[in-house]
């Protein structure tokens, strides 16, 4: 399975070059590119987690350097996809915002430096990483480095098929969500965002559905969500306004609009 990525739009031909048993083969595709095609959002991800998997392995050659970490980081956060740098965002939110350099360090100090890379443990992440740079399906992506971050209680678990140890975790989109105190929280939020509660199936509610029908994804975690924005957050939560003050929806359609 090829992956690559491309900005804009356009047509043209695709021509594929290699070897195959000793001779050249060039193959040309003729291919239309969209701007984006909403029937096939899984591909993203799915060269996000590879290319996660690639900058892992080169971490865990040559140490942690702090741009490498980030850009995994934010592959993690842009794509919605677990990661070694984005995981501890999972256990411990509050380091993504109160102390983002502790967050960092964190991240870093999940890789070992190549001399210190030993026995079984630094074994089977090395593996992992290498699975996840050839993963054909976003599903064995995501068990894979499920399979590295989980706890060894849950690991257990991970390695026989079952998905139980990461319930609190879902992906919606290109977005990251964990249960947390009662509610499915968006990776991205942070406490700083100003927040409008919503009430789930009221008149405001089922109005931000037809203005912004990119909602309806997210809404369908349950009646306890928040999904962060450009600026400020919504929470969908029994207790929320069943009506929209003046200017609050002009906000909250500001604040998601292309980012969904």
């Not at 290319?51 to 842009?78: C, F, M, N, S, Y």
């Not at 939110?93 to 890789?111: C, G, K, S, T």
């Not at 199936?201 to 450009?230: C, M, N």
């Amino acid at each position: 399975m090829l992956f690559g990525r491309y900005r804009g739009d356009g047509s043209g031909e695709l021509v594929l070059e290699g070897s195959q048993a000793g001779r050249r083969q060039r193959h040309t595709f003729r291919v239309e590119l969209p701007r984006r095609d909403f029937g096939n959002d899984f591909i993203p991800r799915l060269w996000a987690a590879r290319k996660a998997g690639a900058l892992t392995a080169h971490v865990r050659l040559h140490g942690a350097d702090p741009e490498v970490v980030e850009e995994i980081r934010q592959l993690g956060l842009r794509y919605g996809i677990l990661t070694e740098y984005t995981s501890y965002l999972v256990e411990e939110p509050q380091l993504a915002f109160a102390r983002p350099e502790a967050a960092m360090d964190q991240a870093r100090n999940l890789a070992a430096a190549p001399n210190e890379q030993s026995g079984a443990e630094a074994f089977r992440r090395a593996e992992a990483s290498s699975r996840l740079r050839e993963a054909d399906k976003l599903e064995e992506a995501e068990m894979l480095v499920a399979g590295v971050v989980a706890s060894k209680a849950a690991r257990a678990d991970l390695e026989a098929g079952d998905a139980r140890s990461v319930e609190a975790i879902r992906h919606v989109g290109r977005r990251l969500f964990v249960f947390r105190d009662g509610a499915w929280t968006d990776l991205n939020f942070v406490t700083s965002l100003n927040v409008i509660e919503l009430a789930p199936f009221s008149d405001a509610y089922f109005e931000l559905i037809r203005r912004l029908p990119a909602v309806k994804p997210y809404f369908a975690l349950g009646d306890q969500v928040v999904i962060a924005g450009e600026g400020l957050a919504l929470r969908l939560t029994p207790d929320g306004a069943t009506t929209w003050k003046s200017g609050e929806l002009k906000s909250v359609l500001r604040a998601l609009e292309g980012s969904l």
